[in-house]
């Protein structure tokens, strides 16, 4: 991106083009993202995974960070990549009869995501967002009760589709908040596959 010295006279004769081009948000930027992460999984998937029969219903939230960055080649079209976590918690669930009693998992899982992203500008600063594209993860999972603990990791790819919102806070400078869905994260065989629903704030700084 071409950068411009400007004297104090042609800084008022240039004012009004230069902040058309940097509404337009061409070219490269890099973020870092905060979010949070809903995790459903099959609750027999993952009884199977830990070697225990009839354990309930798994639903875990979880904080997310991400760095991402990409490009913009006009107003409506672009590519990106990020690096982040899907969750790192912990839950406790709850075996039902005859096996009562309790395991506690915990769960730590990233991704490295590529998506084509499109835009539709709707104000001079805001632009609504769609994104598809896949997201390669990394899943490692620990059960832990009865006097026993068992351990799984597995990797693999699942597609990945995202909506949100884009607004600039400066010509350089713009929030997002936006809407993610990972459709299969996780193996059955090893560590129990789950839908991942992410939704998180971004602040992204152009170039």
Known sequence: MRRLFLTPFTLA?????AASIAADNIGPYVGVGLGV??????????AN????PNLTTLEVTSGTARLYGGYRFDKHFGIEAHYGTLGNYEARVTLLAPNSGS????????????????YLP????TSLMAKGGIAFWDVKSTGSGFGVTVSASDTGWTPLLGVGVITNLTPNLRLRAELEYFNKIGKESTTGDSR????????????
Not at 49 to 52: D, Q
Not at 104 to 112: S, W
Not at 196 to 207: C, D, Y
């Open 13 to 17: 004769a240039l004012a009004v083009p």
């Open 37 to 46: 992460a809903r995790v459903e999984g099959d609750a027999q998937e993952v």
């Open 49 to 52: 995974s830990i070697g225990a």
């Open 103 to 118: 395991i506690t998992a915990e769960v730590d899982a990233k991704a490295f995501g590529l998506t084509a992203n499109g």
């Open 122 to 125: 709707i104000t001079g600063d």
């Open 196 to 207: 991942v629903i992410l939704v998180g704030v971004g602040l992204e700084l152009g170039f």
